[in-house]
């Protein structure tokens, strides 16, 4: 009779489980708010933190040369990038809103409204781009 040693052995299947979780600590977790945060000096001293700024405009433009760039500008006035043909975009910042962009060796003078702009280069002269 096999019958009765396959019952014992799935009695002992379905109660394995139940013994493991017996064996658990069930007594509830209190989180309370006093508790001692290693951090909270650190946050509470923190500086302010300063969302970069959001992309306003993507233009391409064709420059007198010829060429054609692609350049990001931020919503700060004060930045942006510029899409070499290959590689990575590179940063252009301004010392203040309305003044001319710089990074990499490119110079920028213009802002996402306009239709033209003034690109300079590195190793060109400055040139006049359009949209």
Same mark, same amino acid.
């Given at each position: 009779?096999?019958? #009765?040693?396959?019952?014992?052995? @799935?009695?002992?299947?379905? /109660?394995?489980p139940?013994?493991? $979780? ?7 977790t209190?989180?309370?708010p006093?508790?001692? %945060?290693?951090?909270? +000096?650190? @946050?509470?001293?923190?500086?302010? @933190? =300063?969302l970069?700024?959001?992309? $306003?405009? +993507?233009?391409t ?6 060429? *054609? @760039? =692609? ?6 006035n004060?930045?942006g990038?510029?899409? #070499?043909? +290959?590689?990575?975009p590179?940063?252009?910042?301004? #010392?203040?809103?309305g003044? #001319?962009? *710089?990074?990499?060796?490119? =110079? *920028? ?7 033209s702009v003034? /690109?300079?280069e ?7 781009? %359009?949209?």
């Amino acid at each position: 009779m096999r019958t #009765p040693s396959r019952m014992r052995a @799935v009695t002992a299947l379905a /109660i394995m489980p139940l013994l493991a $979780l017996a064996a658990c600590n069930s007594k509830p977790t209190a989180i309370h708010p006093d508790d001692d %945060d290693d951090m909270k +000096t650190a @946050v509470a001293n923190a500086a302010p @933190v =300063t969302l970069p700024p959001s992309i $306003l405009a +993507t233009k391409t433009f064709r420059c007198a040369d010829n060429s *054609v @760039v =692609t350049m990001d500008f931020y919503g700060d006035n004060a930045s942006g990038s510029i899409h #070499p043909k +290959t590689g990575a975009p590179i940063a252009l910042k301004a #010392p203040a809103a309305g003044q #001319p962009m *710089v990074g990499g060796g490119y =110079t *920028v003078d213009g802002k996402a409204t306009d239709s033209s702009v003034k /690109i300079t280069e590195p190793g060109k002269s400055a040139q006049s781009c %359009d949209e």
